[in-house]
């Protein structure tokens, strides 16, 4: 999995030093790639994922909002992308209403501003590689997507 994520304050806005050589250069002038703990996060949450993902993060010169891209490979084959967007829909309108959202717009990062939901799939961007390969990008405001799981 890869975050495109807007730079954090751990990084500086012009080059000085810092123990991490890339988050060292001016985050408002770089793509900066660097970890990210979105990958453990996930199994924090789903279990049954632990040691299956990993990732990186770009920071980019953004002030907020972040999305994923996320590709699996998965067990059941022959599936397509609607099918992935309706699994989806059904968790946005089930177990993850109010949570995960399934957006079809063509929007951009600064839609995705103080969401109330703390993911949007964005469902033109699904995609289905081969027989068993998902590509899945999923937007979230990282200053405020937690907000609406919590109540």
Partial sequence: MTTTHSYTGDQRLLDASHRDLRRAR??????????????????????????????????????????????????????????????????????????????????????FRCSDVSTSIDASLTMVMGDDMVKVVAWYDNEWGYQPARG
């Fill in 26 to 111: 001016a985050a408002a002038l770089n793509i900066v790639p660097t970890s990210t703990g979105a990958a453990k996060a996930v199994s924090l949450v789903l279990p049954q994922l632990k040691g299956k993902l990993n990732g990186i993060a770009l920071r980019v010169p953004t002030p907020n909002v972040s999305v994923v891209d996320l590709v699996i490979n998965t067990v059941k084959t022959g599936i397509t992308a609607d099918d992935v967007n309706a699994a989806f829909r059904k968790a946005a309108d089930g177990p993850l209403k109010g949570i995960l959202d399934v957006c079809d717009e063509p929007l951009v990062s600064v839609d």
